[in-house]
């Protein structure tokens, strides 16, 4: 009840204005266009309410400011893109001379390796006597003999009298000094190796015996 009442007031109200406006859309069909153009010259309400913000926009060729921040917006881009290419150049030139310093330490690193080379003494064959004579390695002989009674746990001395064992052909002797220095460091490679090299001798000795 209460919704058939607005209903039926918001429906007279269209009825009645489409009415109104089917009635002066009658006389505006007559209408020139001269007669349009100067009934839209006419100023409005808001050029009347601000006549000077209606006057600037008038006033305003919006196509004129629109071709110049075109133009200016492209001129930034040509900055950039110039700053960019500035910024390639720089980087290509870092890049070249980083590389150009690369390869010069490595040269200087092969030569360095190759001077080493062919600096490096030549390996003595631990069997051999060499420039010392047997009368020069008595006496070694003795002095680490002496040394290692003073102190009975240096495994250095050991290493070093089994070396000059192997020189004297002592390869008995040899052996043993070799035993006793990894019984003080297990760990050591090296003379693991020459103990390897003393028992392989050894064992080469006993079958050209029989």
Known sequence: MYLYLPLGIFVVSVVLIIWIISRKFVYL?????????????????????????????KKTNFRQHGVT??????????????LFMKFDTFTGKVI??????????????IKQAEKAEEEKPQEI????????????????????????AKNPKDAPLY???GSLYMRT??????????????????????????????????EEQKRGEK
């Open 29 to 57: 069909k007559k209408l020139t266009p001269e007669a349009i153009e100067s009934v839209s010259g006419e100023p409005g309400f808001w050029s009347e309410m601000f006549p000077e913000i209606s006057d600037y926009f």
């Open 125 to 148: 064959d631990p069997f051999e006597l060499g420039e010392a004579s047997r009368e020069e390695l008595k006496q070694k002989e003795q002095y680490l003999i002496i040394e290692i």
């Open 69 to 82: 921040l075109l133009s200016e917006f492209e001129k930034t881009l040509r900055r950039i893109r110039l």
């Open 159 to 161: 290493k070093e009298l």
């Open 96 to 109: 070249h001379s980083v590389r150009k310093t690369t390869k010069q330490q490595e040269a200087v690193i």
């Open 169 to 202: 052909g002592e390869l008995e002797d040899a052996k043993q000094s070799f035993e006793k220095v990894l019984e003080l460091n297990p760990e050591d490679e090296t003379t693991k190796r020459k103990l390897g090299r003393v028992l392989a001798k050894l």
